[in-house]
């Protein structure tokens, strides 16, 4: 299949034959069931990737339609991609599921209420003004003790599963939350190794604006000049996990044109532009690593995407920032020694670890700080029920994943849990205990340094 087969939306018929290609290794071997996040909480072979391959040969030779009770058992998969780590036979499930969400986004196929929620949350969560301005009217809300009330009574149970999933996300908000203050050329400190581009992500810089902050300054300590547009929108990460490809061609085209107007406005144009663009959240930095194929060849940005902590370690951490790498702090203030190490847990998330590839370079990234010992979940590759708007529009499957996942992180024994998808971090702190402190890796490194 094409990469340009994600960016349309054709009728069942005219993607059946690639469907067809793709899905033909499939030996029906079940190797994927154990891994898949879906049929771990329904139990169902419809609600499996081998089952989903098989509805879709059906579909294409003529035994059933794709009806409302098809989509519903599409919509149950969460894109996390663990079935394609898992198969031996080599099937890209991740392909066959991007080009046949657009054909769910047909009228009739949900019910109004679904089709409207969806809705709603493609036309807020992807315009960082737009969401800020719905925030404010919870602003005073989050964080505060009516909060507390209202979750203790399940007052807000009453408004329906899915305002309440949504409530239960929302976090403390700061000012910050509220605007993004960092300036459009942010130094190197010391020795300048390069020039990077940074993409805030839209949920991020309103949810947990201190994760950009660390990593501007990590990599600003590092010898790299950070470029930050101020313009910046989304970059479609969830519009495209929904299978709205002509929203993501936007978003993505509109994120492009940001990052080559500054360039042209405020760098020299004898120099070399940017090294890389980065991004501190996975499920962003998995559809930025698409643009090419969402815009259809259109347009790239002019440097290669990457994830932070991907570019940090195939650029190695500087010598002047390793030397300032401290032992952390213990809950209890003292420091973190040999005799008494701290312990962190990394969630690789989906995004990351399946779809990009990328498991060890974080964990060799924060192995840098001195008696830090990383644990391991039983079940690394197992999605957390966060996935895009997964946790909004399917939260009772969502919730029961979010349970699983943090059973098996605070089963390590870890102090710290660590998470570079906001996504994932919203969906582990609401499932977690409160205590425990749930923070990215760049956030770490910084804290290490000195730096925040
Ligand atoms: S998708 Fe792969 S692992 Fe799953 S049943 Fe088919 S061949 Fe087996
Ligand atoms: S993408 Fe995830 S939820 Fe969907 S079929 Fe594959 S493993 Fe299951």
């Not at 098989?54 to 409302?68: C, V």
């Not at 992807?126 to 989050?142: D, E, F, I, N």
């Not at 939350?177 to 020039?195: L, M, Q, V, Y």
């Not at 498991?359 to 990234?365: D, M, T």
Request: net charge positive; with cysteine.
């Amino acid at each position: 299949m094409s990469s340009n087969d994600l960016t349309t939306n054709k009728r069942p018929s005219e993607t059946n034959q690639k469907w067809n290609a793709v899905a033909d290794p499939c030996v029906h071997c079940g190797f994927c069931l154990p891994t898949c996040a879906s049929y771990r909480v329904l139990g169902t072979e419809m609600d499996s990737p081998r089952g989903r391959i098989h509805t879709l040969k059906a579909i294409e030779n003529g035994e059933i339609k794709l009806d409302s009770t098809v989509t519903s058992h599409f919509d149950t998969c969460l894109g996390c991609f663990a079935c394609v780590t898992a198969c031996p036979s080599g099937v890209r499930y991740d392909q066959i599921i991007e080009a046949a969400r657009p054909l769910l986004n047909q009228p009739g196929l949900r019910t109004p209420c679904d089709n409207f929620f969806r809705a709603l949350l493609l036309k807020l969560l992807p315009y960082p003004q737009r969401l800020r301005a719905v925030l404010q009217t919870v602003r005073a809300y989050s964080g505060s003790t009516i909060q507390d009330v209202a979750r203790g009574l399940g007052i807000i149970r009453l408004f329906g599963p899915q305002i309440e999933a949504m409530e239960a996300l929302l976090p403390t908000l700061s000012k910050e939350s509220f605007k993004d203050s960092f300036p459009i050329i942010n130094r190197a400190h010391g020795e300048t190794r390069g020039r990077v581009g940074l993409v805030l992500g839209c949920v991020q810089r309103c949810f947990d604006p201190s994760v950009n902050q660390a990593t501007i300054a990590v990599l600003q300590a590092n010898g790299w000049e950070v470029i930050i547009p101020k313009n910046q929108g989304c970059c479609g990460a969830v519009a495209h996990h929904q299978g709205q490809m002509e929203q993501t061609k936007l978003l993505a085209k509109e994120l492009i044109k940001s990052f080559s107007s500054v360039i042209r406005e405020n760098l020299p144009a004898e120099e070399k532009p940017l090294e890389a663009v980065l991004v501190a959240a996975s499920g962003c930095g998995h559809t930025m690593k698409a643009f090419k194929a969402i815009t259809e060849n259109e347009e790239s940005f002019d440097a290669p995407v990457f994830d932070v902590h991907e570019f940090l370690f195939q650029k190695g951490l500087s010598s002047s920032f390793h030397k300032t790498l401290k032992p952390l702090l213990h809950k209890d203030g003292t420091p973190s020694n040999s005799h008494n190490p701290i312990s962190v847990v990394y969630h690789d998330a989906c995004h990351m670890i399946h779809g990009q590839g990328i498991s060890k370079e974080p964990r060799q990234l924060l192995q840098k700080i001195p008696h830090l010992i990383i644990k391991e979940v039983q079940e690394p590759g197992v999605c957390c029920g966060s996935a895009g708007i997964y946790n909004l529009v399917q939260p009772k499957e969502a919730a029961e994943l979010g349970q699983i996942k943090t059973k098996d992180l605070t089963g390590t024994g870890a102090e710290i849990i660590l998470s570079a998808n906001i996504g994932c971090t919203l969906q582990i702190r609401r499932h977690i205990n409160k205590n425990l402190l749930v923070a990215h890796p760049m956030q770490i490194l910084a804290q290490s340094a000195g730096l925040h």
